[in-house]
């Protein structure tokens, strides 16, 4: 899925819910940080960690916010642009261009799951990781993302023509046999699932629902057919019977010494 303004501002928006600042509290709290590190923020959007992970690392360490968004980076630079210790790559997961055994550890939220050879960009993140280093990563799965509420045919053909906005719709399930193979150790997964029954400004609901009817709309539906499903949702919301499901999973792990 491309990040153009209107995608990249709706994802700003999910990012800033309940949802984004509870998933960010978790990765804080499992990454390992320490006052000197440099940090790779692998597909770093709008920058929403990148402060906390300056602030974690201190003065005398750097964080690198990486994205191959011209838009997001745009974004992460203006609300980043007190810390002197962030530094910007637009560049792929897959060629970071760092020196080997350059960073202390790696974070990763939602990005490597839209990465279609992931292995490839798996492989970067372990070589420009020190032995030892920490990785930590949150994708979702999608198999288990789901808005309830619109009528079943109309809701399953909106759920089946978004699965083509993301190459691998299990990542998760895949990651530490991927993991292991490259040399990681201590992988460990953690459900950050959580069910919205509301559709307000403060909900990654309204945010996801949005971004599902443009993508489908802009790959064959009908715009009556979308406008219908949205409608749909509304009404179910008023009448108590709304819901919104989505099912990341954190994982982390260390590289073997």
């Known amino acids: 899925m491309e990040f153009d303004k209107d995608v990249g501002r709706l994802q700003r928006l999910m990012a800033a819910s309940i949802a984004g600042i509870n998933r960010r509290q978790a990765i804080l709290e499992t990454l390992s940080i320490n006052s000197g590190d440099r940090i ?24 690198i916010g990486l ?17 002197s210790n962030i530094t910007f790559l ?7 261009g760092l020196p ?4 202390d550890a790696a974070k990763s939220t939602q990005a490597l799951e839209y990465i279609p050879d992931v292995d490839a960009a798996l492989t970067e993140i372990t070589r420009v990781l020190k032995p030892g280093g920490s990785l930590v990563n949150v994708s979702i799965l999608w198999d288990h993302f789901r808005f309830h509420g619109a009528d079943t045919r109309l809701n399953d053909e909106i759920h089946e023509v978004f699965r083509a906005h993301c190459s691998h719709q299990m990542l998760p399930m895949e990651l530490s046999g991927k993991l292991q193979k490259l040399g990681f150790r201590d992988i460990k997964d953690k459900s950050l699932a959580f069910v919205i029954t509301r559709r307000d400004h ?16 802009n790959n064959g539906m009908s715009e009556k057919d979308v406008t219908s499903w949205r409608s749909q949702l509304a009404i179910a919301e008023k009448q108590g019977r709304f819901g919104f499901a989505s099912f990341p999973v954190l ?3 260390h590289l073997a010494g």
């Open 40 to 63: 790779i923020d692998v597909g770093c959007g709008a920058g929403q960690l990148l402060g906390h992970l300056a602030k974690a690392v201190g003065e005398n360490g750097e964080v």
């Open 100 to 103: 080997d055994n350059s960073c």
């Open 67 to 83: 994205d191959p968004s011209v838009d997001q980076l745009a974004q992460a630079k203006s609300s980043c642009s007190d810390f």
């Open 90 to 96: 637009e560049k792929g997961a897959d060629e970071t």
């Open 202 to 217: 403060n909900s990654p609901a309204l945010y996801t629902e949005n971004v599902m009817a443009n993508f489908a709309i």
């Open 251 to 253: 994982t982390s792990a």
